[in-house]
């Protein structure tokens, strides 16, 4: 028995923390990756891997299911954590970290839940439910039929938006009602594929809990192996009081003084945060977190002489790397003429190219904003443009980016798909509360 | 001379194994503090081994209708053939096996990691999982060709099969420096077998851990130690395929191979995060075009030497 309390003590000592972003929390989302990499706590990438469960920001209705089933996913033993403002977020997981590590704390909480096998704070009506195309029948089955115990119960609940948007429910295809299975799931149905053979299609959702991924965006997928055969973007929820990247523009657009200089220290962030996820998607780690390290930097006011030259030396090092420009070329080609329809604007738009393109045009564009983080002049029109292009009164800039996606994604293998979506990284937040979704074919 | 050690000796070698790839890990460790800007302390070269305790009190998940079966099975295989893999190596001038057949034994334990590896994606029920265990199998195509050219290179060399008598032909010349292109492809395809570094596709972040994406506690920690028992048992094989095994002057001969094995070790984790993640159809298209031909090539230099002489 004290073995047990030591193991969790010494498990305790490095958690994962799976953070869950909610519209509107890019702030405290930033304050949360920084914490994590001071403390070098990994991050995890799925809820079997997390022993924390993260909220950052303020929990928004449509998110009730996705927390609800990532948290049944996690194996005990596990904590929730929650984060509202930028500032809670290391209090949230040293108290996090000590539930973690608390023998009688996990019990309790393992205790209701063998009951009857539901967690107590699941809202049953699952109000995530409607949120879930393609979840089918199987997903109820998954309510139903794991009681015994709590571990039973993650692996049953094993579907909907857990496991970065993994859908067992979701596998069976709506023509195919009745062919029963193991665990209530249906087979998969078929479709011609590219070379019209007849292939079994799977419906994943990818999203909205996935590593370096946008905030509330889920991307509805059509798999035949694992080349996308239909994509469909959804944005989950509004966002709650505009985006943080184009903070400055908005304030300054309100009337109050914002030099062009915090302008560009914030531009220069967004991009070091869309490279670090697009690097991290790449499999390139290192390079990830030298982007991650720097946006921190830039956030927190770090002088502009110490990290200009750092910062371009990173840009230069990415923006030349052989490998990673094979690994992305002809990937996602987003021509000019196809992205002003969609509406794209900024360095997507000005681009016009392949992923490679993109993310050279973040790294372009990163290196002129680092020139200008100490510049105190009043933000002007000829001043930095906001990171995903300027805003006008129709359409956010992320918006056509949403649009642009569904058409790339067609025929492209998954890996390709992730880097694609990882190439125009839009954000959410941008979007006022009309504008929810946007579907294409 | 390498002798064959007693039949204990056979549990030494899991031990001895584990040792070097707890060392590759904190090394490791310490590369990913320095990219992230944190403080080079010895908490942070030991933080990943604070995951066996994590993961052993942790609790062991399953999934909606999975093939527990060949989930577990699978993710047994992988630390398994990373074992079997280590008994054909010698360690200074003992070997736990001297096997006649020992590279063919080597290249078939590192064959199990196919099997293995699908079987846990499959296990899993999950498509992540599942596109991860398939994407072995199409880096399996691409990277196992050009390994066992650059084995049968080293073995051609040796005009042996077994592992004792090939690090002992290279007592005048390394293999390495007169067979460069197959110790290159060797290095590259040890990061490919055990699915580290440039080579973690089917583990890939953008997979969210791929076959990894539904595993906890034990059967977690199995696969990924299973990933640095691959890698240290590829390095460790390094040494008497290319680098002369034990021999050298001054040091004793298991001084010699820790020392080499290290070395390797260290090159191939200091490497492994100065690249992205290569995808297997790019990397197929390497593999079949240029590294198959520059492999064959390079087996084809031992055998004429070896007719001339």
Redesign the interface.
Known sequence: MDLTRAMLRAGAARPHVLTVTMPGGTAVRLAAEEQLRRRGWPAAMTPADADVLLVAGDPAEPFAGVLAETWRAMPAPRARAHAARPGEVAAALEAARARLGDRSAQQALAAPAAGDGRDPHHDRDGAADGHEPGTGDGGHHGHEMGGESPGKMGGAAHRGHDMGGMNMGGMGGQDMGGMGMPGGLRMAGRGADRDGLRLDQLHVPLGPVLPDWPAGLVVHLTLQGDVVQRAEAQALGPGAGGSFWSEPWLRAAAGEPVTAGEAARRRAASHLDSLGRFLAVAGWDDAAAVARRFRDGALAGAPGSRLRPAVHRFARRVARSRTLAWLTCGLGVLMPDDAAAAGVRGPALRAAGDVTARYRAWCAELADAAAALDDGSPLGVAGPEPPRGPEDDTRAPSAGLLAALPGLLDGAELAAARLIIASLDPDLDEFPARAQASHDH | MITSAPLWSVLVVPAVLAAFAAAAVAADAL???R????PLRA??AA?PL??V??????????????DALLWRLGVLTVPAAGVLAALVIPFGDVTASRMSVGVVWFNAMEVLTWAGLWMAGWGA?????L?GG??FVAQGLAYELPLMFALIAAAAGAQSLNVADIAGAQSHLWFAVWMPAAFIVYLVSVWAFSFLG?F??PA??????GV??????VD?LALEAGRWLLLTAGAGMAVPLFLGGGTGPALPAWAWSAVKTLAVLALLVWAR???????A??YAELAWVVLIPLTVGQALVPALVDLTR
């Open positions: 590369l990913a503090a990219a992230a800007g944190r908490a942070a933080g604070a995951e305790p994590r993961l052993l009190a942790g609790q062991r998940r399953t999934t909606l209708a999975p029920n999950s498509a992540l999982s596109v398939y994407r440039p973690a596709y890939g972040r953008d997979l969210a851990g990894l994406a539904e595993l906890s506690g977690r995060r100065r690249l992205p993640v290569l995808r159809d790019r």
